[in-house]
């Protein structure tokens, strides 16, 4: 344990001095080229340059153990690097190099870092160009003028103000080892072609080297220019760019495809769970490079959990809230796949969290309603007991000179108070399909009728009616109205007891579509008004969701009930039909 810790510190101590490692290395890439590609001292030099390349480069941990099979890898390619050992090697290396090189330095952003790999790329380049090309021409009278002697004497300059240069600060990207393949890639291509490019032209044209080089170098621009035109022309279409672009978002199945086919899954599938399970059979198994997946919910979601396909070894997660998503490939996932993957996986997840949160609504919704049904049967209720005890507070109060108009209150009013009873309960019964409006199962009665009864039900009260006559034919629904008047009334009742001498005053309109309750007393506060019908509102005698409930039975049957005064002295509430639109 303690020999692993000791390594992994060297690790660490290793990626904390990159800059003194590749300043090492291209000190002993030096050596090797003053030795030259056929002698034993190069070669030895250049094993050491591998040396220092293994413990700098970018793609494996420091702290890693090696087991005997990358040994042996190791041992194999230092093995075949010595019998192949030669300028054309050193070129190859040398162009590696700087293809690494190329591909760490555009991650870099502070100044004096980047300048630091620059000049390192710099010299690489010029090794290739100034002393390793012109070894291997054929033809030495075709090198002309040699700039050997200035490359040999100016590198130890140009490492000496490398290392006079302020600490570098290495990215974050830099110390994880990331680096741009596709950058670092060009980069190699680039000089391959420049290298054969001048043999091309030294052979074939036979000019001079720097002549060569020259001419490589304009037909590149030339071409690297064409390419950039071609890449985003400016009249007429995208160019290349759009086909690369199109290309990296169609590995294995077409982008526009796939979300076609997402698109169908989910208008098929309501359920959430069973929708991704047939995204992940129908189409992340279409994918060549995935054989299953499975998801679970994140850490503090409440989501399902299922599978598809089988488990391997090679697993990715995706985490999407509130899913975690696991994806099980054939194989390790490239960077670009795994991008890819959770692009896809990503627009699946919005389609699953939209049919969760419409479930969580559904039963939402569900759980309202039940919860509203329950309040406005309650409130009636409340209601009907308030007239109840209206009726024995009579009874108690009356006398026996008083039983004959008592006895012909009551015949009138418990059946009204037993069928008002009947249809609160009829609304906790399911209705059918066809129920159609809700104002069906109320019972309309002549407006004469209702008018009359509610006098006598509040008989006992202070309240004023306005004289009526109604036209013969006006009729009401009677479990709205009754709603509607039982809570004013009610109300003004309440308000009575808190204002002495409030004038309280009943009307119905004659064809029996406008019922208006008003006093005289005090304006309601502002922010309570906004807000009466909206939602329920803090009540010292009741719940609060009085007016709420008839606003909204109001509103089912085609009504509308609303504050239509509010001001000191006249204060009055108005149930009307609304008008046919």
């Known amino acids: 344990m303690s020999a692993f810790a000791s390594l992994e510190r060297f690790g ?45 480069q970018p793609f494996i941990r420091t702290e890693r153990r090696l087991d005997y099979g990358n040994l042996l890898l190791i041992v194999a390619a230092l093995a075949i690097g010595a019998w192949l050992f030669g300028w054309w090697l050193l070129i190859v290396w040398v162009a590696v190099l700087a293809a690494l090189l190329g591909g760490r330095v555009m991650l870099v952003s502070h100044r004096p870092t980047r300048i630091f790999y620059l000049l390192a790329f710099a010299y690489l380049i010029a090794a290739v160009l100034v002393w390793l090309v012109p070894k291997v021409v054929p033809e030495p009278a075709l090198v002309g003028l040699s700039l050997e002697a200035p490359f040999a004497w100016g590198a130890p300059l140009l490492f000496l103000g490398m290392a006079l240069l ?47 080089l020259f001419r490589t170098v304009i037909s590149m621009a030339v071409l690297l220019l064409v390419v950039a035109w071609a890449w985003n022309p400016r009249p007429g279409f995208s160019g290349v760019g759009a086909f690369l672009s199109q290309y990296l978002l169609t590995i294995g199945l ?79 996932l490239s960077p670009v796949l795994v991008w890819h993957l959770h692009l896809l996986t990503r627009v699946a997840c919005e389609y699953y969290l939209a049919k969760w949160r419409a479930r969580a609504l559904q039963r939402m919704s569900y759980l309202r309603a039940v919860h509203e049904t329950g309040a406005r049967v309650t409130h009636e209720v409340k209601n009907l007991l308030q007239s109840l005890d209206s009726l024995c507070y009579l009874m108690e109060m009356s006398g026996e000179e008083d039983a004959a108009r008592l006895q012909h209150l009551v015949r009138r009013q418990l059946p009204q108070i037993g069928r008002r009873l009947h249809q609160t309960l009829a609304k906790l019964q399911p209705q059918s399909p066809d129920a159609g409006n809700p104002a069906a199962h109320d019972d309309e009665m002549p407006a004469a009728d209702w008018w009359e009864a509610l006098r006598q039900r509040f008989s006992h009260a202070r309240i004023r009616y306005a004289p009526a006559a109604f036209d013969p034919a006006a009729r009401l629904p009677a479990g709205l109205f009754d709603s509607v008047a039982d809570n004013l009334l009610h109300n003004a009742l309440i308000k009575l007891q808190n204002e002495s001498g409030l004038r309280i005053e009943v009307s119905l309109a004659r064809d029996a579509g406008v019922l208006r309750v008003s006093d005289d007393g005090s304006a309601l506060d502002e922010a309570l008004a906004a807000r009466l019908f909206q939602a329920p509102v803090a009540s010292e005698s009741g719940f609060g969701i009085g007016l709420l409930n008839a606003a909204c039975q109001a509103d089912a049957q085609g009504y509308a009930l609303r504050l239509a005064d509010n001001a000191d002295g006249r204060v009055c509430f108005e149930l009307a039909k609304r008008a046919a639109s």
Not at 199 to 211: G, I, N, P, V
């Open 166 to 212: 302020p600490r570098p600060q290495e990215p974050e990207q830099l110390r994880q080892g990331i680096f741009d393949f596709y950058y670092g890639v060009f980069i190699f291509l680039l000089i391959s072609v420049l290298v054969l490019g001048c043999l091309a032209f030294m052979l074939l044209a036979r000019h001079l080297y720097f002549e060569a």
């Open 12 to 56: 660490n101590f290793l990626r904390e001095r990159q800059r003194w490692l590749l300043l090492g290395m291209l000190v002993v890439l030096h050596l090797t080229l003053m030795a030259g590609g056929q002698s034993p001292v190069g070669l030895t030099c250049w094993f050491v340059d591998v040396g220092l390349f293994i413990l700098w």
């Open 254 to 332: 077409p982008f526009d495809t796939w979300l076609r086919q997402l698109v169908e899954c989910a208008e098929r599938e309501d359920d959430p769970d069973r929708f991704l399970k047939e995204v992940g059979e129908r189409l992340l198994l279409d994918l060549p490079w995935v054989v299953g997946g499975a998801w679970s919910p994140a850490p503090g979601a409440d989501a399902g959990t299922g599978s598809f396909g089988k488990p391997s070894a090679h697993a990715r997660e995706f985490p999407h809230r509130p899913l975690m998503l696991t994806i099980y490939a054939r194989h390790a």
